[in-house]
């Protein structure tokens, strides 16, 4: 098993879905238990504004780097070829990249808690995106929400015209117009 292919086994697969719920497990429990206690809200925000931010990542990711950087498109293109393939960015280089971009910038620029927090929430949005994109290619929608992102990203990746970038939501492709073009009745 390479820790730098893109398509894995069903284990390596899961394990990236074990490594980050686990790790924003314990970084949840480190900040309640541990965080202090009269920076509770600077903490929540930050934790908040890593979730919002990821929302952006996953979109500019997808629209610019895995839609127009080689050799990253024409991996992310192999996803597209076969979408139930066991496909995604390994561990370890997620992994480096939020701690090389996101945590360590936090941490010299704030702290240790703040940069925690933020890592937190980012996390914690990059494991809600991996749920929900293998949710939109491998289980039946549960919910109305559910439908509605399956929905979504099928039209990204059955449109005539790019769009539909945001897995998790739609709000950044609503702000930069790359909704794709929809069929005329559902212009009415």
């Known amino acids: 098993m390479s820790l730098f292919t893109i398509e894995h086994g069903k284990t390596a697969y899961r394990i990236d879905f074990a490594v980050y719920g686990s790790i924003v497990g314990v970084l949840a429990a480190v900040l309640l238990v541990a965080g202090p206690r009269d920076r509770q809200w600077e903490i929540l925000v930050a934790t908040l504004a890593g979730a919002f931010g990821w929302t952006f990542i996953e979109y500019a990711l997808h629209r610019f780097v895995l839609h127009g950087l080689p050799p990253f498109s024409r991996w992310h293109a192999e996803h597209h070829d076969r979408p139930t393939a066991l496909i995604c960015a390994p561990t370890i280089l997620s992994g480096t990249l939020i701690a090389g971009l996101v945590f360590l910038p936090a941490w010299l620029l704030a ?78």
Request: proline fraction near 3%; hydrophobic fraction near 40%; glycine fraction near 12%.
């Open 111 to 188: 702290d240790l808690w703040l940069a925690c927090a933020l890592t937190l929430g980012l996390l914690a949005g990059y494991l809600g995106y991996a749920v929900m994109h293998h949710a939109t290619h491998h289980w039946r929608a549960g919910s109305d929400w559910a439908r509605r992102r399956k929905h979504w990203h099928a039209r990204h990746h059955h449109a005539s015209a790019p769009g539909c970038y945001g897995v998790t939501t739609a709000f950044w492709d609503r702000v930069f117009g790359s909704t794709g073009r929809l069929p005329v009745a559902a212009h009415g």
